[in-house]
């Protein structure tokens, strides 16, 4: 039996157990396994590439990010209108038969934006040049799933389900678990907080369907068993993500507004222009982005033109923060939106 089979008759099993705390550790089994089949589907038994991996575009700028969503949705149409990139757009599906790279400038920075083929329901499992595309997602310092605002909330989902097999997890941190492998001792099992939607049991069971038997687990969050296994085998990725519903003209002003309620949000129409900048704002926010001015010792900051880092980014400067008066800082400075920094060598 193939890998896909495995996975399709996991599934069908887990689709068949009621849930309840008698099946609970049971489920727990069957999601590790699960995982482990995915984990072998999606990488290739080759290093040479093979389906598993993504489009070969060299990334560029100061951050990339990857447009996913079904055939259709408007994603070249988007890359056309924010970059000077043109990227074919077509009533017809799958117009966009590889990875397209266009420049978003903003505040100094350079976005690179990837128009990527529409994926469909299975992309995950190899359908299509799902596998690619979602393999490319993984490369993304921001996913933006496109969705077409006239089509039904479970495209949604959809894609949620696809980008998880692959192992990316949207708008979420790593949970707070610290993990160590050890010769010998058993397994000990702490937790900081009270566990509500997973037990040790559980725990142990998955432990032991690792043939993991020497460990020290530090729990630190209320995790559920599916975070555990996350970070059990370790490769997952961890990406923002904005949902960007398209096509708002062709929907009512009620249904507009209800979209745009949403957490993680925007709500655009590229035939009609209308939002793409606030759009432009929300990807630079959510990537973290800060500008940061330098300046030659005695002369003034140069404003047109910033260094764009990571939020997060230190470096020895001044910052504006401490404005009226500079104040030097060390090398760990976090480095805030706007400072102006000059470096000093001894
Ligand atoms: N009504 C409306 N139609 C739009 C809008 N944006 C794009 N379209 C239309 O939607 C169709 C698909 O646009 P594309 O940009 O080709 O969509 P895509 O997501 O790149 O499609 P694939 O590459 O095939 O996956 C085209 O006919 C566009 O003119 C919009 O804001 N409103
Ligand atoms: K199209
Ligand atoms: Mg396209």
Redo the contacts with the bound molecule.
Sequence with gaps: MGVVEKIKEIEDEMARTQKNKATEYHLGLLKAKLARYRAQLLEPATKSGGPGTGFDVQKSGDARVALI?F????????LSKCTHTV??????????LTAIPGVIEHQGARIQLL?L??IVEGASQGRGRGRQVVSTAKTADLIVI?LDATKSEEQRRLLEIELDAVGIRLNKRKPDIVFKRKTTGGITINNTVKLTKTDERTIRTILAGYKLHNCDVMIREDITTDEFIDVLIGNRKYIPCLYVY??I??ISLEQVAKLAHEDHTVV?????NLNLDYLIERMWDDLGLVKVYTKKRGAHPDLADPVCLRKGATVEGKSSKFNPHAQKVGLNHVMQDEDVVSIFTK
């Design positions: 969503g055939p259709s949705v408007g994603k070249s149409t988007l990227s074919e757009s077509a009533s017809y599906e799958f117009t966009t128009d083929p529409g496109m398209n096509k003209d062709a655009i129409s590229c035939e009609m």
